[in-house]
C-alpha cells in the first residue's frame, strides 16, 4: 500500500506527488481534518515541471532529437 498527498480543488483531487498506480488500480481515499495554503497550491503549478510534465511524452521528445540532428549543418 501506498499512501501520497493531494487536496480537492472543488472539482477534482490534485495529487501534490508524483502517482505510481496502475490504470484501474482501486484507490482508497482518506479525507482529512485539515487543510492547505491555496497559494502554495497555485505555486506548485506554476513550476515547469508541475506545467510541463503532463505533456512529455519520451517519443516525442526522440522526434525533435531526431528532426535538430538531421537540420544541423555539415
Given amino acids: 500500500m501506498i ?3 493531494a487536496y480537492y480543488d472543488g472539482n477534482a483531487v490534485q495529487p501534490l506527488e508524483e502517482i505510481h ?11 482529512l481534518d485539515e487543510f492547505i495554503d491555496e497559494t502554495l497550491t497555485k505555486e506548485v503549478e506554476k513550476t515547469a515541471r508541475g506545467i510541463l510534465g503532463k505533456y512529455a511524452n519520451p517519443e516525442l521528445q ?4 531526431k528532426a535538430a540532428i538531421a537540420t544541423e549543418p555539415d
Fill in 3 to 5: 499512501a501520497l498527498q
Fill in 21 to 31: 498506480a496502475q490504470k484501474n488500480q482501486k484507490l482508497i481515499i482518506t479525507i
Fill in 62 to 65: 526522440k522526434l525533435k532529437r
